[in-house]
């Protein structure tokens, strides 16, 4: 069983950064996609930024421009840059990895999540 630990969160205030990172307890096979999830008291999970296999990323409309995901693939880790926070983005933040092939089956590994609380 493969488990993501996350870190990096914490208190800040409104302007300041954060980083956050998730590295895996073991390689990972046939990955598609890694990302970023967050989930605020009384809403929903969301997507905050992903990035495929190929490079190619993608965020959420409220942090375009403030936070930048990227990962290194032979730590098997993915992490979040997270520039100008603001109030809103208080939240526990979990990390995801997708994947699978005709090779692997498929799986949706998540983080035990780390909370991020921006003061204002």
């Known amino acids: 069983q493969v488990r993501l630990v996350e870190s990096g969160g914490g208190l800040v205030q409104a302007g300041g950064s954060l980083r956050l990172s998730c590295a895996a307890s073991?390689?990972?096979?046939?990955?598609?996609?890694m990302g970023w999830y967050r989930q605020a008291p009384g809403k929903q999970r969301e997507l905050v930024a992903g990035?495929?296999?190929?490079?190619?990323?993608n965020y959420a409309d409220s942090v375009k421009g403030r936070f930048t995901i990227s990962k290194d693939n032979a730590k098997n880790a993915v992490y979040l840059q997270m520039n100008s926070l603001k109030p809103e983005d208080t939240a526990v933040y979990y990390c995801?990895?997708?994947?699978?092939?005709?090779?692997?089956?498929?799986?949706?590994?998540w983080g035990q999540g780390t909370q991020v609380t921006v003061s204002s």
């Open positions: 995801n990895v997708k994947g699978g092939s005709t090779l692997h089956r498929s799986y949706d590994y």
């Open positions: 073991r390689s990972i096979f046939a990955i598609n996609v």
């Open positions: 990035v495929t296999s190929g490079g190619s990323t």
